[in-house]
Nanobody, 124 residues
């Protein structure tokens, strides 16, 4: 059984920063790709960022490129999302997800495991 638990969400003013963490427990997923997705009220879940199993390849949605950074610490079985220069349109529930494969993907249906999500609210 795999569990993903996100933390680090909260309320921040526009221009501020937050760092999300996603800790995995259960079966080791250190060699598998991980991703972050988000869902705003009334909108579909959308891709934010992903990192390959080795950590050498990353990918970002255009809307967050240059502001967000994904990273992973396999020794801690944790993936991070550093979010800088936050905007009100970044407000959403952020979900961590993991694949059963080291290659990163952007489609949510390519991910087998999901966390419960953490709320990020950016005030203007």
């Amino acid at each position: 059984q795999v569990q993903l638990v996100e933390s680090g969400g909260g309320l921040v003013q526009a221009g501020g920063s937050l760092r999300l963490s996603c800790a995995a427990s259960g079966r080791t997923l250190n060699s598998y790709a991980k991703g972050w997705f988000r869902q705003a009220p009334g909108k579909e879940r959308e891709f934010v960022s992903a990192i390959s199993g080795s950590g050498t390849t990353t990918y970002y949605a255009d809307s967050v490129k240059g502001r967000f950074t994904i990273s992973r610490d396999n020794a801690k079985n944790t993936v991070y999302l550093q979010m800088n220069s936050l905007k009100p349109e970044d407000t959403a529930v952020y979900y961590c997800a993991a694949r059963n494969n080291p290659l990163l993907k952007v489609r949510s249906d390519e991910y087998a495991y999901w966390g419960q999500g953490t709320q990020v609210t950016v005030s203007s």
